[in-house]
């Protein structure tokens, strides 16, 4: 009993096998130092580090302390411990009092302890292996003789009446022993390469990891400089604009203030005059009364009233903004409140779509490239089969997937073409007639180009773009949210348009080209 309480206080907590070179954490927990190595690792990705014991948690990986009094004592402990314990076989002749056999004799099919072995027959029959209880495990099952001998042939072991009678007569045999060395230098050989082969993968994975952080850091970089150039201009931009606003104010403010001390002054005038004129009027005499009210002093108070009431209209009515255009202002930051917000990042995250063009859909004059990607306008009609999927009145070209869910974005290359028309539409959309073109109904939704004339919406689900662009259009669609949004690829991304609506069948991917070439980006 006191030596099962022991080996319970030597087991580690992660493996529960008997201490390996114990270790121990600065909490007083000891681990086998391979299993806290191991454990330390996997918490190596989360930079959690914590004891598996207590749960107590480190600043950072902590050291690893040689426990050198326990690991003398499982020394100790397992050195008082027979090797034979571990088989539980006794010797067969100690009947009274059992004692731990040391060797199994397969001939005469009983175990020895060491008195017993000394005085045991030591003829060549008399094979000796390690203590057994299964020794018919080790005997022929057709022959119930010993089993000495491996076919290399059936990959068995047998019997020295198997060799010469039995059923693998003439076939190539070996010893037990060469048997099984060959047998342990071909695993070893095996485990050896797999273990390259994991090195291998474990190291390719490291590599990849640092470059994903360095990519990642690279873009961090970027996306953290344009933030602040663009809070940077948005900081000037509010500046100059509160100033053009506080500035035209504060002149108004400072005119009124003068028009009311000077309208202040002429009213304390009449007020005064008013006072006289009262006087006179109580006066009997109309001669005092004439000569008074004929006094310019008096009948002068029309004296600088029309300057006045302009300088009063021009203020009153002159407008508050004083030529700052606030709500063309304010509608552009609205504007850009709203792109900032539709800014969605899930295109930075996933993998472009990996998509492909059609054959069935494309309109006769248009050519497909074998890698079904690209689509160029032909000089001569292509010799494509009828079928109804195929457009007949547009050159125009449907992806093979189609989207009913989720999110999604992929990339198209346009710089091969002055002429196209990029975006999605349903598999519903007419094929042939005015309406088959995408854009010119109300199941599609896509971004034009038309040489170098421009114009905005001329219909409901096309939007023309104005200015130049880079070679490359993002179309970023979430089905869930009804959006379907186009951004310019150049550097910063600029967002060009989002059209929201509500989607009520799957969406393909849609090309149109009336001159030169266009492609689907390669997935990346």
Same mark, same amino acid.
């Given at each position: 009993?006191?030596?099962?309480?022991?080996?319970?206080?030597?087991?580690?907590?992660?493996?529960?096998?008997?201490?390996?070179?114990?270790?121990?954490?600065?909490?007083?927990?000891?681990?086998?130092?391979?299993?806290?190595?191991?454990?330390?690792?996997?918490?190596?990705?989360?930079?959690?580090?914590?004891?598996?014991?207590?749960?107590?948690?480190?600043?950072?990986?902590?050291?690893?302390?040689?426990?050198?009094?326990?690991?003398?004592?499982?020394?100790?402990?397992?050195?008082?411990?027979?090797?034979?314990?571990?088989?539980?076989?006794?010797?067969?002749?100690?009947?009274?009092?059992?004692?731990?056999? /040391?060797?199994?004799?397969?001939?005469? $099919?009983?175990?020895?302890?060491?008195?017993? &072995?000394?005085? #045991? =027959? !030591?003829?060549?029959?008399?094979?000796?292996?390690?203590?057994?209880?299964?020794?018919?495990?080790?005997?022929?099952?057709?022959?119930?003789?010993?089993?000495?001998?491996?076919?290399?042939?059936?990959?068995?072991?047998?019997?020295?009446?198997?060799?010469?009678?039995?059923?693998?007569?003439?076939?190539?045999?070996?010893?037990?022993?060469?048997?099984?060395?060959?047998?342990?230098?071909?695993?070893?050989? /095996?485990?050896?390469?797999?273990?390259? $082969?994991?090195?291998?993968?474990?190291?390719? &994975?490291?590599? #990849? =990891? !640092?470059?994903?952080?360095?990519?990642?850091?690279?873009?961090?970089?970027?996306?953290?400089?344009?933030?602040?150039?663009?809070?940077?201009?948005?900081?000037?931009?509010?500046?100059?604009?509160?100033?053009?606003?506080?500035?035209?104010?504060?002149?108004?403010?400072?005119?009124?203030?003068?028009?009311?001390?000077?309208?202040?002054?002429?009213?304390?005038?009449?007020?005064?005059?008013?006072?006289?004129?009262?006087?006179?009027?109580n006066m009997t005499d109309p001669l005092t009364v004439l000569q008074e009210l004929d006094k310019g002093d008096l009948c002068d108070t029309e004296d600088g009233d029309n300057e006045d009431r302009e300088r009063h209209e021009k203020l009153l009515h002159g407008g508050e903004d004083q030529g700052l255009n606030v709500n063309g202002i304010l509608y552009t930051l609205h504007t850009l409140s709203e792109i900032i917000t539709e800014v969605n990042i899930y295109f930075y995250i996933k993998k472009a779509e990996d998509l492909h063009l059609d054959v069935d859909t494309v309109h006769t004059s248009l050519h497909i490239s074998d890698d079904w990607k690209t689509v160029s306008k032909s000089d001569t009609e292509q010799n494509c089969p009828e079928t109804p999927e195929r457009f007949r009145d547009y050159p125009q070209v449907l992806?093979?997937?189609?989207?009913?869910?989720?999110?999604?974005?992929?990339?198209?290359?346009?710089?091969?073409?002055?002429?196209?028309?990029?975006?999605?539409?349903?598999?519903?959309?007419?094929?042939?007639?005015?309406?088959?073109?995408?854009?010119?109904?109300?199941?599609?939704?896509?971004?034009?180009?038309?040489?170098?004339?421009?114009?905005?919406?001329?219909?409901?689900?096309?939007?023309?773009?104005?200015?130049?662009?880079?070679?490359?259009?993002?179309?970023?669609?979430?089905?869930?949210?009804?959006?379907?949004?186009?951004?310019?690829?150049?550097?910063?991304?600029?967002?060009?348009?989002?059209?929201?609506?509500?989607?009520?069948?799957?969406?393909?991917?849609?090309?149109?080209?009336?001159?030169?070439?266009?492609?689907?980006?390669?997935?990346?």
């Open positions: 009993m006191a030596s099962a309480d022991l080996r319970a206080e030597l087991e580690c907590s992660i493996c529960l096998n008997i201490y390996t070179d114990p270790v121990m954490l600065r909490c007083g927990h000891n681990f086998c130092q391979v299993c806290i190595d191991r454990a330390l690792d996997t918490q190596e990705e989360s930079g959690d580090y914590f004891c598996p014991v207590s749960r107590k948690r480190f600043r950072g990986r902590p050291a690893l302390q040689r426990n050198i009094t326990l690991c003398n004592i499982v020394e100790n402990f397992q050195s008082a411990q027979p090797d034979q314990e571990e088989s539980g076989v006794f010797c067969t002749h100690c009947v009274d009092s059992p004692v731990l056999a /040391v060797r199994s004799c397969l001939h005469c $099919e009983v175990s020895l302890c060491d008195k017993h &072995l000394r005085v #045991h =027959k !030591k003829s060549p029959e008399h094979v000796l292996c390690d203590p057994t209880l299964s020794m018919e495990s080790r005997k022929c099952s057709v022959h119930k003789k010993i089993l000495e001998y491996y076919c290399t042939e059936d990959e068995t072991c047998i019997c020295v009446y198997c060799c010469v009678i039995g059923g693998h007569k003439g076939h190539e045999m070996e010893s037990l022993g060469e048997a099984s060395e060959k047998k342990k230098e071909t695993l070893r050989n /095996v485990l050896q390469t797999k273990r390259k $082969e994991m090195e291998e993968r474990i190291r390719s &994975l490291q590599d #990849h =990891k !640092k470059k994903v952080k360095k990519i990642a850091a690279f873009h961090t970089l970027r996306v953290t400089t344009h933030f602040r150039n663009l809070r940077s201009h948005l900081d000037d931009l509010e500046k100059r604009v509160l100033g053009k606003i506080s500035r035209p104010a504060e002149q108004v403010s400072i005119s009124l203030s003068d028009l009311i001390r000077d309208l202040e002054i002429k009213k304390e005038d009449l007020s005064r005059k008013l006072c006289h004129i009262e006087e006179l009027c992806s093979s997937q189609s989207f009913s869910s989720g999110q999604h974005y992929w990339d198209v290359d346009v710089g091969g073409s002055e002429n196209w028309r990029v975006g999605v539409c349903y598999p519903s959309i007419d094929r042939t007639g005015g309406e088959a073109c995408i854009g010119k109904n109300n199941k599609s939704w896509c971004l034009a180009r038309n040489g170098q004339t421009y114009w905005r919406k001329p219909y409901s689900n096309v939007i023309h773009i104005i200015g130049n662009i880079s070679n490359t259009v993002r179309i970023y669609l979430d089905y869930e949210a009804g959006r379907i949004s186009f951004y310019d690829m150049c550097d910063p991304i600029r967002h060009l348009h989002t059209f929201t609506t509500t989607f009520t069948e799957p969406l393909h991917a849609v090309l149109c080209v009336w001159g030169g070439c266009i492609k689907i980006c390669t997935r990346y």
